[in-house]
């Protein structure tokens, strides 16, 4: 018997009555420490990938072929579900279709589809424009076909950014149109307060991720609260990636004024060891071992 796939797996992590905690990636090291520290599951957050592949602001910079290159290497990484970013969707419902296969032939548990107006932004730093709420289900639909018409091992994740662009109530009206498609996980980006948070979760039906953006437009509440409200996600996108960026500015402030930044480094040992040497160098004796010896 075939083990499950990412979406089969997501989906029982979803079906837990729980709040998930979500650190959220952008390459295959930031995957690979997610996983080691325990969590069931990771997404990779396309702000991360565009600053962290090319040092670009989350402004739709980069192409399908790249944010599926980036994508490979963290699902090749790991073992756990990764949900993944595919914005807009890249295009019309056609385009929609083949970024949903893609994500799905890449690995992925889940592939987010969004309203956003092309070329889209990270929706905390100002969105003012969506699309259509027709065009916004005609996306969605087409990528809930071509999960099911082809078969494909994996969830949609459908987000609204029209809170921002135009009100709450465009907004949960569109999350409870996304369900009814039969859209896997729900998101609606950018709600301005707790009401808001729990008026989401409890007035449209389906299953529920809360974005938790230090600094951003939604109040920062614990999982705990989140989980009463009835949310199943809690996701983290920046976390690791601010963390990561201030201790590398912090080390490259040592070093400019002539000090090392000893007492910050990982010790090389565990940096091995957390990389992958140490899985690798035994693995690599164990088939030396079985080599048979040179005729003399």
Not at 90 to 96: I, T
Not at 267 to 288: C, H, N, Q
Request: aromatic share 6%; glycine share 8%.
């Amino acid at each position: 018997m075939s083990a499950p796939g990412p979406a089969a797996r997501m989906r029982a992590l979803l079906a837990e009555d729980v709040c998930h905690v979500m650190p959220c990636c952008w390459d295959g090291l930031s995957a690979r420490l997610i996983e080691q520290a325990e969590f069931p599951f990771t997404f990779m957050s396309g702000f991360s990938v565009a600053a962290g592949r090319a040092g670009l602001p989350d402004t739709g910079l980069l192409s399908l072929g790249e944010i599926l290159d980036t994508g490979r290497a963290i699902t090749g990484a790991v073992s756990i579900p990764v949900l993944g970013d595919g914005d807009t969707g890249h295009g019309n419902a056609m385009n929609v279709r083949r970024t949903v296969r893609e994500f799905a032939r890449a690995g992925f548990a889940a592939v987010m589809i969004e309203d956003q107006v092309s070329p889209k932004r990270c929706g905390h730093t100002g969105v003012k424009e969506v699309v259509r709420r027709q065009e916004a289900l005609t996306r969605i639909r087409a990528a809930v076909e071509a999960r099911d018409e082809e078969d494909l091992d994996i969830l949609i994740l459908a987000r609204t950014d029209a809170r921002a662009a135009l009100g709450l109530e465009e907004a949960l009206a569109r999350a409870a149109a996304f369900h009814e498609l039969g859209a896997d996980i729900l998101f609606v980006e950018a709600p301005r307060s707790r009401k808001e948070l729990a008026r989401t979760a409890r007035e449209v039906p389906g299953t529920h991720m809360a974005n938790m953006l230090e600094g951003g437009l939604t109040p920062f509440l614990p999982p705990a609260e989140l989980e009463q409200m009835g949310y199943r996600i809690a996701a983290y996108p920046l976390t690791l990636l601010s963390a990561a960026m201030r201790a590398m500015r912090a080390a490259l402030a040592e070093m400019k004024a002539g000090r090392h930044p000893h007492g910050m480094l990982m010790d090389f040992g565990e940096l091995k060891t957390t990389i992958g040497f140490d899985d690798y160098d035994a693995m690599a004796a164990r088939y030396a071992a079985a080599e048979p010896e040179a005729d003399e």
